[in-house]
Structures are given as C-alpha cells and as structure tokens.
C-alpha cells in the first residue's frame, strides 16, 4: 500500500516570494504521483502529475515539481505566489496504472499581502 | 462540458433519517470516485467504479453506506441510517480511461443533526 506524508499543515508566505510545499511518499511498487488544489467551498483541480519521464513537472498557474525517486519526495514549488494561491495543496499517489489515489492530510498556504 | 455535477450541494438531515447523494459524471469517462472529506480524516476513497462496477469498496465505513452506478451518466452514494458521525464534505470524481486526472464535483455538504 502506497501512503503520502504532508509535513507541512500550514505555509504562510508573503505575496510575491517563492514557496515550496513538501511531499513524501511511500511505497512498495512504481507509483504515479499529483498535486491538487482546492479552493475554498469547491472542489479539487488537479495541478499537475507525474506518470514517466522528466522528473521535473510543469503544471497550471506556475506551479512546478520535481520527483526524486531516491528521497521519495514530490515537493510542489512555485518561484512568485499571489493572493490567489491562497488554497489547500493535496499531495497524492497511486500505484502505477492504477486509478486508485491515496491523498495526504494536505498544505494550507496562505499568502501575506 | 458541465464538469461533474453532484446533487444537493446542501444537506441537513436528522439522525437515522436515510440520506442520498447524487452524481452526474462527465460525459465519457468510465471511472467513477466517491471521496469524503472531515477535519479530522482528511480525504477518504470511499469507492471507485469502472465501467459502472464497483472495483474497490474497501473504503466505506459500514453497512448503513451503499453506493450505485446504474449507468454510465448516474451515481447514488445513500447512507441508512444516518448518525451525526457522517457530517462531512462528499465529493465525487470522475476520469477517463489512462488519463489519471480525477475531475472533482462541489461537493455535497452533509450535516446530520
């Protein structure tokens, strides 16, 4: 079984800095690996995924991360946030080639004006 | 595209009462998800269908939840009885075959009283 570890509950940051959210994960077997975000009263979107290929990932809104095999981590990283990051970052995995996602407990960033 | 619908997005309900949860997939994607989402538990699978099957159950709590897929375009998660236990936040998603991007609905908040 494959589990996600968010160490980080809540990220403040001021408007315009860089920020990276962390994420590990643990498992067994090759996995796929995601970031979502959710914003208030709404659903999740999904930032970005890493199936194969580069480990560094590219997704919407600015927002890259890389995985490392070897540290087992996904950090999400940003290089400017703005006042609409503002959100809950999930990390989540699977099993590779299964639509089956284990979420972490999730990152509230919150961004300082 | 609508994006997945999911109906009420509002429900308040007094305990034992039954309570059903709709959603409306998005038009072709053969994966179905039911999440629910506390404080305290984070983000749960509940289950998953593929193809209108029931492939992986392991998530719900108990007896009182049951879930269906009549169609491809129709899901029910309905909970019977309901206890104060199950106030939450019940997502479903939906993916298509070999994209592995699950698109989230509103949510139905639920609060059983």
């Known amino acids: 079984a494959q589990s996600v570890t968010q160490l980080d509950s809540q990220v403040p940051v001021f408007e315009e800095a860089p920020v990276e959210l962390r994420c590990n994960y643990s498992?067994?077997?090759?996995?796929?690996l995601f970031w979502y975000v959710q914003y208030p009263n709404q659903g999740l979107q999904l930032l970005l995924k890493?199936?194969?290929?580069?480990?560094l990932v590219k997704g919407i809104n600015g927002f890259e991360a890389e995985f490392n095999k070897s540290q087992t981590s996904f950090h999400l990283r940003k290089p400017s946030v703005h006042i609409s990051d503002t959100a809950e970052y999930f990390c989540?995995?699977?099993?590779?080639?299964?639509?089956?996602?284990?979420f972490g407990t999730g990152t509230r960033l919150t961004i300082i004006p | 595209d609508a994006g997945v619908i999911q109906s009420p997005r509002h429900e308040v309900t007094e305990m034992g009462q039954e309570v059903t949860l709709r959603c409306k997939p998005i038009?072709?994607?053969?994966?179905l998800f039911w999440y629910r989402q506390t404080m305290m538990r984070g983000l749960e699978l509940l289950i998953y269908?593929?193809?209108?099957?029931?492939?992986?159950d392991s998530g719900m709590p108990e007896d009182r939840f049951s879930a269906k897929m009549p169609n491809a375009s129709f899901s029910t998660l309905k909970i019977q009885p309901s206890e104060p236990r199950d106030s939450a936040v019940y997502f479903c998603?939906?993916?298509?075959?070999?994209?592995?991007?699950?698109?989230f609905g509103p949510g139905t908040r639920l609060t059983v009283t």
């Open positions: 998603a939906s993916s298509g075959s070999i994209s592995y991007e699950q698109y």
């Open positions: 498992s067994s077997v090759s996995v796929y």
């Open positions: 890493y199936l194969s290929g580069s480990t």
């Open positions: 989540a995995v699977s099993e590779a080639g299964n639509e089956k996602l284990t």
């Open positions: 038009s072709g994607h053969d994966y």
């Open positions: 269908f593929n193809n209108n099957v029931p492939i992986d």
